[in-house]
DNA sequence: ATGATTTTGATCTATTCTGATCTAATCGCG
DNA sequence: CGCGATTAGATCAGAATAGATCAAAATCAT
């Protein structure tokens, strides 16, 4: 029986049925251990120093570096290649976080202005939150901001008079969240002013929804944590269904931009939510 | 003795020494890391300065500053070139972090070796530390893996077969790293095999010191909760001072490098700690 | 064993990088 | 304000590096 642990490479070796596998010069896998080794150690490399050190020609160096690249271990430089530094990491989190941009920062842009200095609020970990994070970075007023998104919390680095906590728990590769019962359990001994809430999807009949469950969980939590609430989502997430549901939008207020339908529009009138259109020219 | 007394620009300029670290090999990527590390250190600069420390034309630097600040990381002004105010803080981090690198990895590497799978460890937020981060990064085996450092946890985004629980707390700029009474809350209800903590400074007796209050009380927390402690220091923190301290060294096992003074071997001996010499050459 | 596929290494071409020289802009000083 | 001196920017030839192509070698499936 074979067992699949998501590591393509060891499929293949466990498949493989050479018994001259230990050979270290010529097998391919073995190479780019070697080349990453290899610049683990040096740090940066040149590709003549890479082909020496390991004893191939330099275009098959060059081949392999190209593999190495694709699985985004390493990054080619002109004049050789070294150990991918940390930020080029989250691809499909910064893909998502190109879709509707100029929406979800005229959004943002509504949402800071509803900001009071010295106040207390809560940036959830999605991607329209973030964009509104960035306009804090860049406008910065004195706050007191919990998050549970690890690149929320990047964006405040080094920010003066910014007191930044972080909500512990399990890392959620997917959108860089924090979630569980210990992100659960720190809540509970929080309160805030503002809640700034994304949402994956909101339904038709007008609740929010997320696709994890954790997550859902947790944004259960900070609804009840918050003096006022805010959700934040674009126009497309209006209709749409994902598969753990968060709460109603009853009790929040939605912040979105102008291309909301007419229908939703009355929808949400009929709900009585608070809606907050977005103007996307409206940057100060 | 050196007093380390919290500021990292003066850390830097006293303890360095090597005259290795302006040597650029002729590649680029190389060249804008030695400017970098030139001009943080120096401040300000001129391009001929820069040239002949760097040893390149003129002409080059002009044109490498030129890239440097498109990134926004220098201010070029008439007869050279100053750091840019805004990422003076963050450099720092990364100035320390490529400080006695090789000796860094080479730790690292050896801290690898005890590692198990499917255990808990708890990774501290040092940049020693955030080297061992990376080798598991690159070569994964399945683990629980507590920390309080965000730079640590960002390693570990969409590595499959990893458990990574992240402290809750303030976020501290200096080092990204979490810290205050939640996180201590945090870990008291956290148990983990082993601990692997970076150190500010070894005092001549013997003890672990920090810069940081609060980061001393928490490395306090994370020693009491770890089965087995692995404290990781170059050997260029033995014989220093910082601010806080943290513990005697004499409940650890201490990882260093072979620049590790006979006179200091002796004394780690006599306290009876555990020391492991991870040798700069000892790749698999 | 044999033919097909993949991999490797050498050669050639295209791109990028470097350093020198020349011209334009800026600074210091009377 | 103008002048000399210094510095910045532009251009170009030479060098180094990356990419493309192709034949030989190795590997794989039958």
Redesign the interface.
Known sequence: MIVL???LSEIEVIIGEEPSLSQAGGVKVDRLDAI??HL??N??S?IQALADAIGASLATVRRDLQVLESEG?IDR????A??AE?SS??LAFQERAKRHLSAKRAIATAAYDLLAPRTAIFLDAGTTVLQLARLIRLNPMPLRIFTNG?TV??E????PNL?????????R?EN?S?V?P??EA?LE?IWFDQLFLGASAISPDGAIYSVDSAEASLNKCMLSRSAHRFVLADSSKFGTMATYKVAPLSASKVITDAGLSTHWRGELAGLGVDVTIADLGGRE
Request: hydrophobic share 45%; net charge neutral.
């Open positions: 642990n998501g590591n990453r080794s683990y150690a740090g940066f040149t271990v430089v002109h004049g050789g070294r150990i940390g990491v989250e690890l919390a990047q405040f680095l080094n920010i007191e930044v906590v972080l909500l512990g728990g399990q890392l590769s860089a924090l569980g210990q992100a720190m001994s």
